[in-house]
């Protein structure tokens, strides 16, 4: 099962855009890479997923690389209600099932 | 189109009690799973069930927990003679198949006197 390495917190101020970069050295060949966002006392939201190179959706961008040991979430412009807890993680897209593990995330904390 | 559901959001039992916790997957989906999130920790795997099918129960406790997804109603995860460790926050999480993106709710926090 690939191991995920997230910094364990970031600080960023509003308006500025924010990189949260994820390494995964033995993602599987199937495997997609997932983030998802989690306030307290909530449980976690999906925010996008992808495979290879860029993608782009209302949130955010993701970028992975060729070699796909690593990925980078970019938050466009953050507000406060950004801080939150953010998780980069496999999610299986071979023939294994959808069993998700999550790591200790990335604490990210948007100041005034 | 609802999310999906949990209830209840809030459950309070003395030790020895017996838990029951149910979730409504979103529409048109048929997976679901159970996560366990402990104070100030991340997200632990439990179970995963289809419609009347457990598939994957290897981060359930082997005792005192068990989980269904009957063929009409919620998944439930019920949890027998409760102790204070308990006590957390459990996540169900629903897919419209296994290798697609799973959508959490809002979870129900188990506290355990």
């Not at chain 1, 006392?41 to 070699?67: C, M």
Request: proline share 7%; glycine share 8%.
């Amino acid at each position: 099962l690939a191991k995920t390495t997230q910094p364990i917190s970031m600080d960023s101020y509003e308006g500025q855009e924010v990189n949260i970069t994820c390494s995964h050295n033995n993602i599987a060949t199937n495997d997609y890479i997932t983030w998802y966002q989690q306030f307290p006392s909530q449980g976690p939201r999906f925010i996008i997923q992808g495979y290879k190179t860029k993608v782009t959706n209302e949130v955010a961008s993701l970028f992975i690389p060729a070699d796909r040991k690593s990925s980078t979430l970019s938050l466009p412009r953050v507000s406060l209600s950004d801080t939150a807890v953010y998780y980069c993680l496999p999610s299986p897209g071979g023939t294994s099932y959808g069993k998700l593990t999550f790591g200790q995330g990335t604490i990210l904390t948007v100041h005034p | 189109n609802a999310g999906v559901m949990q209830n209840p959001r809030h459950l309070v039992r003395r030790r020895g009690q017996e838990a029951r916790l149910r979730c409504s997957p979103m529409k048109g989906h048929s997976h679901v799973y159970w996560y366990r999130q402990l104070p100030e920790e991340g997200l632990k795997f439990m179970v995963y069930l289809q419609k009347e099918n457990i598939i994957d129960e290897s981060g359930m406790p082997k005792e005192r927990f068990s989980a269904e997804f009957p063929k009409e109603g919620p998944s439930i995860l019920r949890i027998q003679q409760v102790v204070r460790g308990d006590s957390a926050a459990y996540f169900c999480a629903s897919s419209r198949g296994g290798q697609e993106t799973q959508y959490f709710g809002p979870g129900t926090r188990l506290l355990v006197l």
